[in-house]
């Protein structure tokens, strides 16, 4: 079973993915706009300016203006001033590729992790971004707080598969890499940050037993504090999350995943430690529904 296990803490980025650029960055500069006076005889567009409206034309336009609005509250009251009972013929707005069907997520949660999905494609879909989630999340790098999850999201048959893979992933060689302690916890006066957010999902395939669905991720890794020399950076990446339909919920056979698509850097500029760690600790995540 091909397994990548370095999701969410793939060996690679650890290389060479935490340093800041030292580059100055520059917002972009304001733009001065000129107005010039009109040509002679008409206006910038090249057409002649209209002739001004008599005074008796224009009360006759507002005469009629305002008899219209009155029609239209008359007929507004219409039948006693009593309201539709009906339904609305206003249609739906479409929704969007990446749009929520408004479709409850799940019915319940185990061990921290989101379970019950539906029995249809978008089911298959909330369940694999929410495993993304906790797949990514910092309590992966806790032995018994993986374990707990791995036997949450993974499929009977895969579960002890999966649980062999990850643990030869997160060893304390990747926690010394990393910055973190032997336990995979962050160090005194440090912050671990290790947050998936899906941006997106689509279903490569589907049949009533199995799907594998592709789940387009920004991830925010890395460690605060003062003496960090791992500050959090932000990574994007698509995850393949292969499921397996196993009579009551979509269940995990195997992920990998590969990088982006990564957009363009922002001109935002850097937020101290301070207010990375305070944001990690003060705002909590989501249920994802598709």
């Not at 409206?53 to 507002?62: A, H, K, N, P, Q």
């Not at 009977?156 to 010394?176: I, K, V």
Request: aromatic content about 8%; hydrophobic content about 35%.
């Amino acid at each position: 079973m091909s397994q990548d296990t370095g999701y969410g803490a793939g060996q690679e980025r650890y290389d060479d993915g935490y340093g800041y650029d030292d580059g100055t960055r520059v917002g972009g500069t304001g733009q001065t706009r000129t107005r010039l006076p009109d040509a002679p005889g008409g206006d910038p567009y090249g057409s002649g300016r209209k002739p001004a409206r008599s005074s008796r034309g224009l009360v006759t336009v507002v005469g009629v203006v305002v008899l219209l609005v009155a029609a239209i509250a008359f007929a507004n009251q219409g039948g006693g001033g009593k309201k539709s009972d009906g339904p609305s013929d206003a249609k739906a707005p479409v929704t969007s590729a990446t749009a929520p069907t408004g479709e409850r997520p799940v019915a319940g949660r185990h061990n921290d992790v989101p379970m019950g999905f539906g029995h249809t494609e978008q089911g298959a879909q909330s369940a694999a971004a929410n495993y993304a989630v906790v797949l990514g999340s910092e309590a992966m790098y806790e032995t018994p707080r993986r374990h707990r999850i791995l036997a949450a999201v993974a499929d009977e048959g895969s579960a002890a598969g999966l649980q062999s893979a990850y643990d030869a992933t997160y060893t304390s060689g990747l926690f010394e890499q990393i910055g973190l302690t032997a336990n995979g916890t962050a160090p005194a006066g440090a912050t671990f940050v290790s947050r998936t957010s899906p941006v997106g999902a689509k279903v490569l395939r589907y049949s009533d037993t199995a799907a594998d669905v592709d789940v387009w991720c920004l991830e925010l890794f890395g460690l605060t504090g003062e003496k960090s020399t791992k500050p959090v950076t932000s990574a994007w990446y698509t995850l393949t999350v292969k499921l397996k339909w196993n009579g009551s919920d979509w269940k995990v056979l195997n992920t990998s995943q590969r990088t982006g698509p990564t957009p363009v850097t922002g001109d935002n500029p850097v937020s101290s430690s301070g207010d990375i760690a305070g944001a990690v600790n003060e705002f909590g995540g989501f249920t994802y529904a598709r």
